[in-house]
């Protein structure tokens, strides 16, 4: 039965009145955060400027800070100072000071045997270990029939994916070479190579995918941009790419431009057509950042906005600014935790962090109205939904976001520390 126009009204002021709510509920919540930073920083002002004018108060009256033994600061006269200095070495024993005396004895000892030995074995090995002739080296070219699948050599990463060449191998020796693309198989798995000297050794694989497909169709203003999806450069010819159902991250970049929107998060269903468009916006004077690390499988975050593009991916064009600069992988422990820089016009940047691999030390439990969110956690959608009652969480701090359908959260992840919820839950309200 058709909507009368009393009902249709209705409905409508019900809808607008929900989605006022719904904005009002998300500015509330940025002004809050945004209340929450201003007050941790004025407080660690006021924290330093009490430091400095308690340093400057006793400096001016002739006291001199001293370090108590429970590593506290007191503020004393120098007559107290040099007497508590005093008393700390009359107490020191003569029992101790005869052990360490024979410790210095037996490190002298050992090291004046450690230097004789070291001595020998170098005359041993001056006369007896034959000159090493000059290293001579080789290079591996890998292909795949579909670009983009992570490159392994002797089952080890190398952060590199296909097409690329690895170089400087040393003449002489087998290598193992695979490679791995998500959604696919490969054949065949694993091939033996000998490099040779001063030559590049090609080594082409078939990739078979081994999941549902959907197609993506690609709208954009300009040509000639690099392509990203979930993070890796994807090579693409024409304004269709087809790629395996689910969850993806899209991101683009082109020299000289900024993309609008920087990425998008997209949910193909099997055998799905969806178009997606970015509009490039040519900038003048932009600068560019660059991120490395240890591991190619981490997403970079910029002023804590996830930018679609993992490390070791070449430069990200930005705005002249400063920049709050992460990499974050739930696993790893980051070093350093963030970086903070300076973007110059024209200027490029490269920025280095390491990931230390840190068993899970944290739970969280994840609900959300309505249910049945789909999460994401640095970036990486997981394989599970909301409410989910205990989710494992590394160290420190993790970017979060929820997704029903193809409704977004937020704009931004959620930057959240489990160890800081009393309760370890979150509960969103989309």
């Known amino acids: 039965m058709p909507l009368t126009p009393e009902e249709e009204k209705r409905l409508r002021e019900k809808i607008r009145k929900?989605?006022?709510?719904?904005?009002?509920?998300?500015r509330e919540s940025k002004e809050q955060e945004e209340k929450i930073r201003?007050?941790?920083?004025?407080?660690?002002?006021?924290?330093?400027?009490?430091?400095e004018e308690e340093e400057r108060f006793y400096q001016e009256r002739g006291y001199v800070k001293y370090i108590n033994h429970r590593g506290e600061v007191e503020w004393i006269t120098p007559e107290e100072a040099k007497k508590r200095s005093g008393r700390r070495r009359s107490r020191k024993t003569s029992s101790r000071q005869r052990k360490r005396t024979q410790r210095r004895i037996f490190q002298i000892v050992l090291n004046l045997v450690l230097v004789f030995a070291a001595g020998m074995i170098f005359m041993f090995l001056?006369?007896?270990?034959?000159?090493?002739?000059?290293?001579?080296?080789?290079?591996?070219?890998?292909?795949?029939?579909?670009?983009?699948?992570?490159?392994?050599?002797?089952?080890?990463?190398?952060?590199?994916?296909?097409?690329?060449?690895?170089p400087h191998l040393a003449t002489g020796k087998n290598y193992f070479i695979s490679v791995y693309k998500d959604g696919y198989s490969c054949w065949p798995p694993m091939q033996q190579v000998t490099v040779e000297r001063n030559r590049v050794v090609t080594v082409n694989f078939e990739l078979k995918h081994s999941a549902y497909f959907a197609t993506l169709e690609l709208q954009s203003n300009v040509t000639d941009y690099q392509?990203?999806?979930?993070?890796?450069?994807f090579q693409h010819d024409g304004n269709q790419i087809q790629i395996p159902s689910g969850y993806h991250v899209i991101a683009a970049v082109k020299s000289g431009y900024l993309a609008s929107p920087?990425?998008?998060?997209?949910?193909?269903?099997?055998?799905?057509?969806?178009?997606?468009?970015?509009?490039?916006?040519?900038?003048?004077?932009?600068?560019?950042?660059?991120?490395?690390?240890?591991?190619s499988t981490s997403y970079v975050y910029l002023n804590n906005r996830l930018t679609g593009i993992k490390a070791n991916k070449g430069?990200?064009?930005?705005?002249?600014?400063?920049?709050?600069?992460?990499?974050?992988e739930n696993g790893f422990q980051p070093l350093p935790e963030v970086e903070i820089l300076t973007i110059n016009p024209n200027e490029r940047r490269t920025l280095s962090f390491h990931m230390t691999p840190v068993s899970a030390v944290d739970t969280l439990q994840i609900l959300s109205n309505p249910p049945g969110a789909s999460i994401s956690?640095?970036?990486?959608?997981?394989?599970?939904?909301?409410?989910?009652?205990?989710?494992?969480?590394s160290r420190g701090d993790h970017f979060i976001n929820l997704m029903v359908g193809e409704t977004i959260y937020r704009e931004t992840d959620l930057l959240v520390d489990a160890s800081h919820f009393e309760k370890k839950r979150l509960e969103i309200d989309f």
């Open 315 to 328: 430069f990200i064009p930005v705005e002249p600014g400063i920049y709050e600069v992460r990499v974050r």
């Open 126 to 166: 001056l006369r007896y270990n034959p000159i090493k002739k000059p290293k001579v080296y080789g290079a591996i070219q890998v292909i795949t029939n579909v670009p983009g699948a992570q490159i392994f050599l002797n089952g080890a990463e190398k952060n590199l994916f296909t097409p690329d060449t690895i």
């Open 18 to 26: 929900e989605l006022e709510e719904r904005e009002s509920r998300i």
């Open 262 to 295: 920087a990425f998008h998060r997209v949910l193909l269903e099997r055998d799905e057509h969806q178009v997606i468009s970015f509009n490039f916006k040519p900038v003048k004077d932009l600068g560019y950042i660059r991120v490395t690390n240890n591991r």
């Open 227 to 233: 392509l990203f999806v979930d993070g890796v450069p």
């Open 377 to 393: 956690i640095d970036g990486y959608w997981q394989p599970l939904v909301t409410p989910a009652p205990e989710i494992l969480l």
């Open 38 to 51: 201003q007050q941790q920083l004025e407080e660690r002002i006021r924290q330093k400027i009490k430091e």
